[in-house]
C-alpha cells in the first residue's frame, strides 16, 4: 500500500502529527508494536506546557483534559527548611501548566484519530523502514494477523522511542549522539492518600532531592532521589515514609499525606541530543531525538513541539509546494530542544545531591535557589522555562 506519511510509533508525538495532518487533509498510517490496551495503561507523569495544553484543545483532543487535569499557577521550591513560591502567571503574562498524565494524553489522541477513520496499526511486529535516501521510503511490518506488509511513503517520521528501530536504522557516522549519565536516579511511589500539596513541590535536601506530585484528588505521585541501580523490594513502606518525611521537613512541622503504596519504580536520569533528527526522508520525534531527565518536566512537551514543527513542514511540502521547511526541521526543533535540555540540567543540578560533593557544593546550591526565588529576573528565567518557552 502508499500513503502520504508513514509514523513508527504511537506514543504522543507519532499520534499528534497524525492528527494534524489529517486536520490538513494529510493521510498517515501509524504503526505500534504494543497494543492499545498497554498504551493507555502505561503510567507516566504529565506536565503539560501552556502550549501543549492550547494544541491538544485546537485539535479537539483537549476536552477531557480541561475537565479533568489540575491547572497550575506555581510550583513551590523548599530548601533549608522553607518554601518559596515561583508565580508562573505574574512573571509570564498570565501562563501556567497542566497536570495531566501522559497516559490519558494518548488516550485521548487515540479516541480522537479513531474517531476521525485514523489509522492506526497495533500489534505490529519486525518493523524495518529502507530507502530512506529515496523519494519513496519504505516500511515492512508483519501484522497481528502474522501477514508481512509494505508501506511506500513519501515521508517516514520515527515516533517510537529510545528502544525503537528508526533511528538504529539511519547509516553509521550520519548522527552525533551527545549524552550525559547522572549518577542517581527518581525512586518514585503511587500511594492513596489526598494530595500534600495545592502545587508541586521541589525539594533539595542533602540526603537528596523530593518531588511532591499529584494524580488526582486520591492519588498521588511522589519521587525520592536514589541511586540509579536501587531496588524496589528494598524499601518497605515504612522506609519510604520515613525518608520522605525527613527530607520533607520544614521549620513549621509540615509533612506528607500518607497513604497505601500501591506502584513502585526507579527511574534513570540522563541527558541525551541526537543531531540531525533527519536522514532523507526519515525524521525523528521525540524521545528517538531526545531524552530529558524529569525535573524539568519538558519530555512529553518537546513530543508535541517536534510534532508540530514537522507537521508544518509537511504541510508546506503538501500545500505550497515548499521543501524548505522540511530541510530546516532538524535545525529548528534542536533549538528548542537544547533550550530545554539546558533547563532540565539546570533544574537538576540545582536540587540534586550529587555523590562526593562538600558543603561548598550544597552551599552553593542554597544559595542559587535563595537567588532564584528573590530575585524577579531569576524566578522570571524558570517561570518562562517551566510554562514553555515559544515554538521558533
Known sequence: MRTQVGIVGAGPAGLLLSHILHLQGIESVVLERRSRDDIEAIIRAGV??????????????????????????????????????????????????????????????????????????????????????????????????????????????????????????????????????????????????????????????????????????????????????????????????????????????????????????????????????????LFLAGDSAHVVPPTGAKGLNLAASDAQILARAIIAYYKSNRSDLLEQYSATALRRVWKATRFSWWMTSMLHTFPGSDEFQQRLQSTELDYVTSSRAGATALAENYVGLPID
Open 48 to 281: 503539560l506546557e501552556q502550549g501543549t495544553v492550547d494544541l491538544m484543545n485546537e485539535i479537539g483532543a483537549g476536552d477531557r483534559m480541561m475537565k479533568e487535569g489540575f491547572r497550575h499557577k506555581g510550583i513551590i521550591l523548599r530548601f533549608n527548611g522553607r518554601d518559596e513560591r515561583i508565580d508562573f502567571p505574574s512573571l509570564t503574562g498570565g501562563k501556567s501548566v497542566m497536570i495531566y498524565a501522559q497516559h490519558d494524553v494518548n488516550k485521548d489522541l487515540i479516541k480522537a484519530r479513531l474517531a476521525t477513520g485514523g489509522d492506526i496499526r497495533f500489534e505490529t511486529r519486525d518493523v524495518s523502514v529502507y530507502d530512506l535516501d529515496s523519494a519513496a521510503p519504505k516500511i515492512r511490518c508483519r501484522n497481528k494477523e502474522g501477514q508481512v506488509d509494505e508501506i511506500t511513503c513519501d515521508f517516514i517520521a520515527g515516533c517510537d522511542g529510545t528502544q525503537g528501530i528508526c533511528r538504529p536504522s539511519i547509516p553509521p557516522g550520519e548522527l552525533n549522539v551527545y549524552e550525559r549519565l547522572y549518577p542517581f536516579g527518581w525512586f518514585g511511589i503511587l500511594c492513596k492518600a489526598p494530595p500534600s500539596s495545592d502545587e508541586l513541590i521541589y525539594c533539595m535536601h542533602k540526603r537528596g532531592f523530593v518531588l511532591v506530585s499529584t494524580r488526582s484528588p486520591d492519588v498521588q505521585r511522589m519521587y525520592l532521589q536514589c541511586s540509579p541501580d536501587e531496588k524496589t523490594d528494598h524499601w518497605s513502606d515504612e522506609r519510604i515514609w520515613t525518608e520522605f518525611r525527613a527530607r520533607l521537613e520544614t521549620k513549621d512541622g509540615w509533612a506528607p499525606k500518607e497513604g497505601p503504596i500501591f506502584s513502585k519504580s526507579v527511574i534513570r536520569m540522563r541527558s541525551l541530543v541526537v543531531e540531525p533528527m533527519h536522514y532523507g526522508r
